[in-house]
């Protein structure tokens, strides 16, 4: 399933190369069982250049969520610490805005959107500038990387890059082979959802990212693009990341849960946290001699990213092998290095107005495709205003009894004829004697 394919999308590299650097990284969080505030991660650094792909790995429960959050700036209830630069300027939420983008786990696509209109509203509003016949170049350009990879799945050699015929013994155009592997229509198939099927897992998972990519980001944050992806899917995303961070300049971070021999071949950096502490962090490749260094060797034919969970996994190796990974780590580990300042491409945003027109267009379409939805709507509204009104119709029909039992500046108040003066009053101190006639019957 080898895959050397670059991506057509040169058009998006970036100008100026970004890296992302994080030093020092911590998070607390205070409880009320403890004076002390519990500490997640502690004195996390790394560094993700521009073009490659680090991959965080860990059991559950030690840390990579957390310091995921930390680097995309989402709130939370604990305390952060620590530096967190692009290119050297402090990553703020303005800057977070501009140059990064994330792509959640559970993917937030609209289930009556096809994956060219997905791509298609996605670039008219990251990138209004561009001219119409750009952006469908990118859109077909896009659709192409996305169903691509399932082409890859059912070719026994390479594939070369995207290219009016394909190397042997795949050599049909392209439109000829989606109609070959059934995805000849995927451009124009809706996304779906949990009602009617659409896009399959892995090509939700593609179009999720390239709707990101639209953004032209500096960085990238995925949390675990392959969870609930088969094996040959998951290689096939990690292939497509690495492509695309290869081809587009683009520093990739990304979670990863227990990752097959083939994905993590794909890694160019990886990183394993334990306790909230780095185990292991460089090249992917390089983790087997550090691990004989320790005194840990792989074993033959073992996947490294597995073996080394099942060594940082406290519920089953024990504190004490967790402890010697880390502390192991820390002996080798080298000091960060202070990345160098330097300027970010210029981004020129859209306009109110175009923002409002694109989002209005997109909501009509949906409106047309899932009139469903606002029709339960008004039906709802129809039925509980029908509902209370029958419930309430004879609540204006004025009854002594049901006067009664309202306040007393709500009760119709009758003076006596001889023009009593104590019940004219207004305020409630003044009303204690209407009060008190009216609770003896007095005042009639």
């Not at 030093?23 to 409880?31: G, I, L, M, W």
Request: charge should be positive; glycine fraction near 4%; charged fraction near 15%.
């Amino acid at each position: 399933m080898a895959n050397n394919a670059a991506p057509r999308i040169a058009s998006l590299a970036q100008e100026k190369q970004a890296s992302l650097n994080f030093t020092d990284c911590s998070y607390h969080v205070h409880t009320r069982a403890n004076k002390e505030p519990k500490v997640l991660i502690k004195d996390l650094s790394a560094s993700v250049p521009a073009g490659s792909v680090l991959a965080l790995m860990g059991p559950s429960g030690a840390g990579k969520t957390t310091l995921l959050n930390l680097l995309t700036l989402e709130p939370s209830g604990g305390q952060p610490y620590g530096t967190v630069t692009l290119n050297g300027h402090p990553l703020s939420l303005d800057l977070y805005r501009k140059h990064a983008a994330n792509v959640a786990q559970d993917d937030e696509l609209w289930a009556f959107l096809t994956a060219r209109e997905h791509i298609t509203y996605a670039l008219s509003l990251y990138q209004p500038h561009r001219t119409p016949q750009e952006h469908t170049d990118f859109v077909e350009d896009m659709l192409k990387q996305v169903i691509r990879t399932a082409i890859a799945l059912t070719c026994t050699q390479p594939l070369p890059a995207i290219s009016p015929a394909l190397a042997s013994p795949c050599t049909q155009p392209l439109p000829a082979m989606l109609e070959q592997v059934g995805l000849r229509s995927a451009a124009d198939v809706k996304a779906g959802n949990i009602f009617f099927k659409g896009l399959s897992g892995g090509q939700r998972r593609r179009l999720s990212l390239a709707v990101a990519l639209c953004k032209q980001p500096h960085v990238v944050f995925l949390d675990e693009p392959t969870s609930g992806l088969d094996a040959a899917s998951a290689a096939a995303i990690m292939n497509f990341l690495k492509e695309t961070a290869t081809a587009m300049n683009v520093a990739i971070f990304c979670t990863v849960h227990q990752p097959s021999s083939s994905v993590y071949a794909s890694f160019d950096h990886v990183c394993f946290i334990a306790a909230g502490e780095f185990a292991y962090l460089g090249p992917g490749a390089a983790l087997p001699d550090y691990l004989a260094s320790i005194n840990h060797p792989l074993p033959a034919y073992a996947n490294p990213a597995d073996f080394m969970l099942d060594l940082i996994n406290r519920d089953f190796t024990g504190s004490t092998t967790v402890a010697g990974m880390i502390s192991a780590w820390s002996s080798h580990r080298k000091p960060p290095v202070p990345p160098a300042v330097s300027e970010l491409a210029q981004r020129q945003p859209s306009s109110f107005g175009w923002q409002f027109v694109q989002l209005l267009r997109k909501h009509l379409l949906l409106v047309r495709r899932d009139p469903l939805q606002y029709t339960l709507r008004i039906v709802v509204i129809i039925f509980t205003s029908c509902f209370f009104s029958v419930m309430y119709i004879d609540a204006r029909k004025p009854v002594q009894s049901q006067a009664r039992l309202l306040p007393l500046h709500h009760q119709p108040m009758r003076l006596p004829s001889r023009g009593s003066s104590y019940c004219t009053a207004t305020s409630s101190s003044q009303l204690a004697p209407c009060n008190w006639l009216l609770a003896t019957g007095s005042l009639q």
